[in-house]
């Protein structure tokens, strides 16, 4: 579940900011960044890929539901974890309120946020609003669509192609074996050969690598393909 993953840590206690983005380094395997302020998250978010954030209530420029807010309109779905040292009713009511998916009270215990986290990133990837990073594109499944960096330029997927990123992406940069990737995405059809997943692979990467001859994200494997 860890791997690939990228969080965002915002935070502006340095002690307590480093050290739960080096438990999350080196306990749960997971890339992560840290912002102490308001702007440095929201220009994170503009330079980087994340699939969950980590946000304190108390910001020195503003306050955490804010810049919550702020995310949810700005277009970024990724789930968002509020911390806060109040239990209050009233706190979490205004933080759910403003896009948080849940509330964690200080002093917590690492495990009990890292359940959490896992279980949030779970239900975020089977959502209709889940995106992911394939080489430099944003994956939309929800959609069926890749789209660029610089946001002009959207791949409208079939139906089959984005089956066949899903599974791979999930397959977090491990090789996925043919017969695997024709059972996931076809079911079991007698049909269906490996010559149908080539022909979807070929198309694939006529849309979505520079030069599809020499492919940088959609590689083939000895028995099977991956993504870079």
């Known amino acids: 579940m860890s791997l690939g993953k990228n969080l965002l840590v915002v935070d502006d206690d340095a002690e307590l900011r480093a050290t739960l983005s080096e438990q999350l380094r080196e306990e749960a395997?997971?890339?992560?960044l840290g912002a102490a302020?308001?702007?440095?998250?929201?220009?994170?978010?503009r330079s980087n890929h994340f699939d969950l954030?980590?946000?304190?209530?108390?910001?020195?420029?503003?306050?955490?539901?804010?810049?919550?807010?702020?995310?949810?309109?700005?277009?970024?779905?990724?789930?968002?974890?509020?911390?806060?040292?109040s239990a209050s009713d009233a706190d979490t009511i205004a933080g759910l309120d403003a896009g948080a998916n849940d509330y964690?009270?200080?002093?917590?215990?690492?495990?009990?946020?890292?359940?959490?986290?896992?279980?949030?990133?779970?239900?975020?990837?089977?959502?209709?609003?889940?995106?992911?990073?394939?080489?430099?594109?944003s994956f939309r499944p929800g959609v069926k669509m890749l789209v660029?960096?610089?946001?002009?330029r959207k791949i409208h997927l079939t139906e089959k192609e984005t089956a066949i990123l899903k599974y791979l992406k999930r397959a977090e940069g491990r090789p996925v074996p043919r017969d695997v990737l024709l059972n996931e995405v076809w079911g079991y059809n007698a049909a269906v050969t490996t010559h149908?997943?080539?022909?979807?692979?070929?198309?694939?990467?006529?849309?979505?690598?520079?030069?599809?001859?020499?492919?940088?994200?959609?590689?083939?494997?000895?028995?099977?393909?991956?993504l870079a």
């Open 29 to 32: 395997g997971f890339a992560v």
């Open 37 to 45: 302020t308001a702007a440095e998250a929201q220009a994170l978010c």
């Open 53 to 85: 954030a980590i946000l304190d209530l108390g910001l020195p420029d503003g306050d955490g539901r804010e810049l919550c807010r702020e995310l949810r309109l700005g277009g970024y779905n990724f789930p968002v974890i509020m911390l806060t040292a």
């Open 104 to 137: 964690v009270v200080k002093p917590f215990r690492f495990p009990v946020l890292l359940a959490r986290i896992r279980a949030h990133l779970r239900q975020y990837e089977q959502s209709e609003d889940a995106v992911f990073a394939i080489g430099p594109y």
């Open 148 to 152: 660029h960096p610089d946001g002009n």
């Open 196 to 226: 149908t997943l080539e022909t979807h692979i070929y198309r694939l990467r006529q849309k979505i690598e520079e030069n599809p001859s020499s492919p940088q994200i959609l590689l083939t494997d000895p028995g099977g393909y991956r």
